[in-house]
């Protein structure tokens, strides 16, 4: 595939492989985009839920630390229950 561009002067192009199962996983990486937009927008729209944060956060994302220090915590209080609930009741 090659894209031309034309400026004030000579025009200039670049090429680059693309191939039809390229476009078509493009085409299949789009569509199940949407799909999740779809699905998270009509959820916010009708029940009020946030939009979810992405599984593979990356450490620029300003919500990054914020999320990790939010899973640390949970995973803190899940165990501490965990322990808790290990205790033996002692019989009065
Ligand atoms: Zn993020």
Redesign the pocket.
Known sequence: MTYWFVKSGKPKNISFNYSEALHQQTQADLSALLLELETWLQNYQQHQIDFP??AD??PK?P??QF?LDKATIQSDRQELIKAIADIEEISI
Do not use: E, I, M
Request: aromatic letters at 12%; a positive charge; proline letters at 0%.
């Open positions: 944060h992405r956060c990356q994302c919500y990054h999320l």
